[in-house]
């Protein structure tokens, strides 16, 4: 259950956050709709989800998937490319949360 909450968590982080761009400073209506809504479920699911998980490895791994899928997003919708220092960023944050994953007693596998 801590999966899904966590993964419905994810969704709505990335759902607005996708959604944030496109509000214009929230001056469109439904992009703005769209971000709130997003949040609002992201951190409604990921309070949840810190019944069963620590705040640190719910977090970590909420934002390092939310960055990734955000960027790829990013590239298909907005036409945003990321430059090599930027991928390699990337790959360092979720390297880091697989590290946390595997090898800490923090989590409860």
């Known amino acids: ?5 966590l993964i419905l968590a994810i969704v709505g982080e990335i759902i607005g ?5 496109s509000t214009e400073g929230f001056s469109r209506l439904w992009p703005s709709v769209l971000a ?21 490895i719910a977090y970590a791994l909420w934002s390092a ?9 990013s590239y298909f919708l907005h036409g945003q ?3 090599i220092p930027a991928i390699i ?8 949360v697989v590290i946390m994953n595997v090898f800490s007693n923090s989590i409860s596998h």
Do not use: C
């Open 1 to 5: 259950m801590k999966w899904i909450l």
């Open 17 to 21: 956050t996708s959604a944030l761009k």
């Open 36 to 56: 709130i809504l997003g949040y609002v479920a992201a951190f409604y699911f990921l309070s949840l989800t810190l019944k069963y998980l620590p705040v640190g």
């Open 65 to 73: 998937i939310g960055i990734v899928l955000v960027a790829i997003i």
């Open 81 to 83: 490319r990321l430059d």
């Open 89 to 96: 960023g990337i790959i360092f944050i979720v390297v880091g």
